[in-house]
């Protein structure tokens, strides 16, 4: 039987904008259904098409769960997030087949040998002191920009690229509808480096036969000199010896203090590597906590995603998912202790002691400059009730550039503890605070353990590492909203909010939803 080859696609949004579809469940049709595709938006640009079905949300199966936890991992997922997906005749096929899209057959058979389709490939050039070593050739009349003139053993060359290669994309922007002299610009002013997304003639031919959009999405990495890694570890007595932790001003989770002779050091961790996937799993854009407990729930064996920092800013430039490199790996010849790791079952086994030893427990404290848009955070409790958090923490805004994250608990205002002080009591500390303002906070995981273990908040526990970070007011602030986010505000959602965050389709059948993304 033929099997079935689902489409990976990574969509990246700015702020402010959708991934540009619905994601609907409809009556009488199964799963999660690509709808009302939003003309040059990310997901038309990508290739998705209206009746597309969902398989999976960066890395996990999506096919058999509830429409609502389908939208939350997508939400969750932050500015980019990688879908598998498969075409709505293939996918009504596998169904009626019986087949399992949890784990299909990779390639289609034929005559007992797998057809693999070619690809487009990702090239990641670095200029030398005499260029990066290749032309820019246009046809008039003629759609397409091309490669020619490539120097024998020129940055262009040694990076995959060869003569008549049509260019697709410039550092993740696709230019096949910019003129030659556009695309000659982006290439000047991108510096030391560039990454090009590129097609043969043969893949080209194929993929235009097909009438197949082409994007990165379909693109080979075998040529990109940067790699991440596969760590597969196996659970010492004493865990597996590092430590997960954000940073500020970093971006991800991080590998740090790993230990000597420990399961990470012979796995082939490193310091500061950024963690991408737990299991085949993406992690990006997950709460730390959740991070933390998907590792301590893959039992006794692991298997990491990691990237070192030249890996990560290559990634970045083109703007490609590292699971593009995982999908490739996993489709090859993967020696066994590799397939063993992907596919282990999660083993109910009691936790690391070490790794949850190694866990650091300890507040932030954030100082923030108002701006003429306020902190940018609002505080949240409950009338009378003792007990503040925060909520809708403005990203780019003076909270957020301090530290401040969503659910963070309040501990100390200005220096006075506020755990037992009323809604009330605590907004007028802030109010009164001038156009400066100094909190101690804490993750709600890392408060409810401290709580647990009897110890005291204080500063006195940020020891030497102080993730103290001051934010002066910008001096050119464009937004002339006036928000006063440390008002009070209830716990109970207004009907606003409500409608804000229920997305049910007014249809009178109440069987569909769609969720705009």
Known sequence: MAGYKPKVISLNKRPGQ???????????????????????????????????????????FVDGLPHSEVVDLVRNSGASVTFHILDEASYKQAKAQGVNLSNPQ????????????????????????????????????????????????????????????????????????????QVVDKIKLAGGSIMFLLVDEETDRYYQNKRMQIGAWLATTKYLPHKPRIINMTRAPDGYGFLLREEPNQTGHLIKD??????????????????????????????????????????????LLVLDKDTDQQYKLGKVSPMLFWEEMKDSNSPPSYTEAINLPAAPVRPSTRFQERVELKPKLCKMEKTSAGYGFHLNGIQGVCGQYIKEVVKGGAADRAGLEDDDIVVEVNGVNVEQSTHEEVVAIISSSGNSLEMLVAKKSVYDQLKAKGVTITRLLLGETSYVQVHTADTSDDSREERHHEEARPETPTESARERTSSVSSSSSQESMDERL
Do not use: W
């Open 258 to 303: 790993i230990d000597r002779g420990s399961a990470a050091e012979r796995a082939g961790l490193k310091e500061m590597d950024r963690l991408f996937a737990v299991d085949g799993e993406e992690v990006e854009g997950c709460p730390h906590e959740v991070v933390v407990d998907r590792i301590r729930q893959s039992g006794n064996k692991c298997c």
């Open 18 to 60: 959708t991934f540009g579809f619905y994601l609907r469940v409809e009556h009488g049709e199964e799963g999660h259904l690509i709808r009302c595709l939003e003309m040059g938006g990310p997901a038309e640009l990508a290739g998705m098409k209206d009746g597309d079905r969902i398989l999976r949300v960066n890395g996990t």
């Open 106 to 181: 990779s390639t289609p058979i034929a005559n007992g040998v797998a057809k693999q389709a070619p690809k487009p490939k990702l090239c990641y050039l670095v200029k030398s002191s005499s260029g990066y070593g290749f032309s820019v050739r246009s046809v008039k009349g003629e759609q397409g920009l091309f490669m020619t003139e490539v120097v024998p053993g020129g940055a262009a060359d040694r990076a995959g690229v060869k003569t008549n290669d049509r260019i697709l994309e410039v550092n993740g922007e696709n230019i096949e509808g910019s003129t030659h002299d």
